[in-house]
C-alpha cells in the first residue's frame, strides 16, 4: 500500500506530539510561558499585528471608517476558535489513528451592535456563538465524537471562548 502525504502528514503530527510529551514530562516547568503580541494602531482603524515573524492587518470594512485592509476583529476571533477547533481535531484524530479525509467548521456568532455602538446598556459581546463541524470519515460515529470530545476538551481558544479569563490593564501614558 503507498503512504500518501496526509499518512506522512499524520506521522509527523504524531511524532512531534510525542517529542513534545517526552520534553515536558521530564521538564513540566517548560510547559508555562507568556505569549506576546503586539499590535499597533496604523491609521483610522488599521492595526498590524505582530508576533515573532508573523505580521497581519485587521481593519474594519470603509462603511465603519476603515480601510478595509484586512479582516475585522470578530473574523480573527472566530477564526481563532475554528483553527484552533480544526487543529486539536486533526491532533487528535492522528492519535487516535482516526483518518479524517476532509473538514469543515463554520463558526456563527449572535450579537447586537448596539452595545458596542452605546445605543443601548447591553454587553458588546456576542450573544450566543455555534459551531458546526462535517467531517468526511469512514471511522464510526460513536469513535468520531469520543476523539471530537477529547479534542475539545484540550482545545485552549474553546476554552478562551467558554471559560472566564482573567483580563487586566496596564496603561502607560507618555
Avoid at 109 to 127: M, Q
Wanted: with cysteine; net charge negative; charged share 30%.
Amino acid at each position: 500500500m503507498a503512504t500518501t502525504t496526509l499518512d506522512r502528514s499524520v506521522e509527523k503530527i504524531r511524532a512531534a506530539y510525542d517529542r513534545a510529551l517526552q520534553i515536558l514530562e521530564r521538564r513540566p516547568e517548560k510547559a508555562r510561558g507568556t505569549a506576546r503580541t503586539r499590535v499597533r494602531l496604523d491609521g483610522a482603524f488599521t492595526c498590524r499585528v505582530t508576533e515573532g515573524d508573523w505580521e497581519l492587518t485587521a481593519d474594519f470594512p470603509e462603511k465603519w471608517g476603515g480601510s478595509d485592509e484586512g479582516p475585522n476583529p470578530g473574523i480573527l476571533g472566530r477564526a481563532a476558535l475554528g483553527t484552533c477547533l480544526a487543529m486539536a481535531y486533526r491532533r487528535w484524530a492522528a492519535e487516535n489513528e482516526l483518518s479524517i479525509r476532509s473538514l469543515t467548521i463554520d463558526i456563527e456568532a449572535d450579537y447586537d451592535a448596539r452595545g458596542e455602538l452605546g445605543l443601548a446598556d447591553i454587553s458588546p459581546a456576542y450573544t450566543a456563538a455555534r459551531y458546526i463541524v462535517s467531517v468526511d470519515t469512514d471511522a464510526p460515529e460513536e469513535e468520531v465524537r469520543r476523539v471530537f470530545d477529547l479534542a475539545e476538551e484540550r482545545c485552549p481558544y474553546l476554552h478562551v471562548w467558554q471559560d472566564p479569563v482573567p483580563v487586566t490593564r496596564e496603561l502607560r501614558i507618555g
